[in-house]
Nanobody, 122 residues
Framework: QVQLVESGGGLVQPGGSLRLSCAAS????????MSWYRQAPGKGRDWVAL???????NYADSVRGRFTISRDNTKKMVYLQMNSLKPEDTAVYYC????????????????WGQGTQVIVSS
């Protein structure tokens, strides 16, 4: 069982910045990919960014150049630095990980955490 806890959301004006954090805990031997997704009001959940265990990153076109994903393997955490925020970035942000289970040593994926709300508005 793996738990994800997201934090760092809030209300910010257009053009502002926020840094989201996600802490993973539970039966984790190692973590492969770590990702951020978001779900805007009335819409589906969209992929935002990914970072591999080697540190390779990839971003959705809508956030490339404004958002930066990073990770701390020792702390089992993933971060999302969001700059130049726009009203269309308003959403609940979720992290998601692919990991090796410490008991089975099988590759597994996490359940969704509770998310953290980001509101970009003047």
């Amino acid at each position: 069982q793996v738990q994800l806890v997201e934090s760092g959301g809030g209300l910010v004006q257009p053009g502002g910045s926020l840094r989201l954090s996600c802490a993973a805990s539970g039966s984790i031997f190692s973590i492969n990919n770590m990702s951020w997704y978001r779900q805007a009001p009335g819409k589906g959940r969209d992929w935002v960014a990914l970072i591999t265990s080697a540190g390779t990153t990839n971003y959705a076109d809508s956030v490339r150049g404004r958002f930066t994903i990073s990770r701390d393997n020792t702390k089992k955490m993933v971060y999302l630095q969001m700059n130049s925020l726009k009203p269309e970035d308003t959403a609940v942000y979720y992290c998601f990980i692919q990991y090796v289970d410490s008991r089975s040593r099988r590759v597994s994926v996490s359940d969704w955490g509770q998310g953290t709300q980001v509101i970009v508005s003047s």
